[in-house]
């Protein structure tokens, strides 16, 4: 079935450094890929997503690449500061349907 | 614009005791869905609604999970009767259901089963 695989688990960088997350989807047809970004105790919330036309977007410090062909999609996040600690969840449409796989997570510490 | 109310926040049942919950979605939103959040894993998909039918419900432990989406709004997810292994955070959300639609979460339920 369709799967979403992200790395790394858990990530810790200093306060202004930047931070990457990848994921990769194994179903070629899906179209969509938003990420979602879940504090501690909260609900998650989407901070951006990309559509399979596009390979970039951006807005203020975080962007999303994705590369069809790899089937390889990626959050950055630059000039990093203490409020972006949370777990954030990559997400992959299946395609056809307007549901979404989601990744396992990937826990962000920026430390001060 | 008010977001996807979920009640309660806080559960805990013993093993075998029933269960439900409840959400509110957006006003508007025809799509809702359950996920299962087990601590340290993404969200599970359980099922999905568009208006008050069901559009996939092949994740979802039939034997001993239900839930109900009546007029196409409110929606109530059952368990009964809970495993320990339903410890979870079930959170709802809702779209507007067309391409590139991201969900709205609910501040979801924790549940814990002793």
């Known amino acids: 079935g369709e799967n979403v695989e992200q790395h790394p688990s858990t990530l810790s960088v200093q306060e202004g450094d930047s931070a990457v997350i990848k994921c990769t989807y194994s179903d070629s047809a899906s179209n969509y890929f938003p990420w979602y970004k879940q504090e501690l105790g909260k609900r998650p919330q989407l901070i951006i997503d990309i559509r399979s036309n596009v390979g970039e977007k951006k807005d203020q410090r975080i962007a999303v690449t994705l590369n069809k062909t790899a089937k390889h999609f990626s959050l950055h996040i630059t000039e990093t500061q203490p409020e972006d600690s949370a777990v954030y969840f990559c997400a992959a449409s299946i395609a056809g349907t307007y549901k979404y796989i989601f990744g396992t997570g990937t826990r962000l510490k920026v430390l001060a | 614009e008010a977001g996807v109310a979920q009640s309660p926040r806080y559960k805990i049942i013993e093993k075998r005791q029933s269960v439900a919950f409840w959400c509110n979605p957006i006003?508007?939103?025809?799509?809702l869905y359950w996920y299962q959040q087990i601590l340290g894993q993404g969200p599970k998909l359980l099922i999905q609604?568009?208006?008050?039918?069901?559009?996939?419900d092949s994740q979802l432990p039939k034997d001993r999970f239900s839930a109900e989406r009546l007029k196409g709004v409110d929606s109530t997810l059952k368990i009964q009767p809970a495993k320990l292994e339903d410890s979870a955070v079930y959170l709802c959300a809702s779209s507007l259901g067309g391409f590139g639609s991201g969900y709205t979460f609910g501040s979801g339920t924790r549940l814990t089963v002793v």
């Open positions: 006003s508007g939103h025809a799509t």
């Open positions: 609604f568009q208006n008050n039918g069901v559009v996939d």
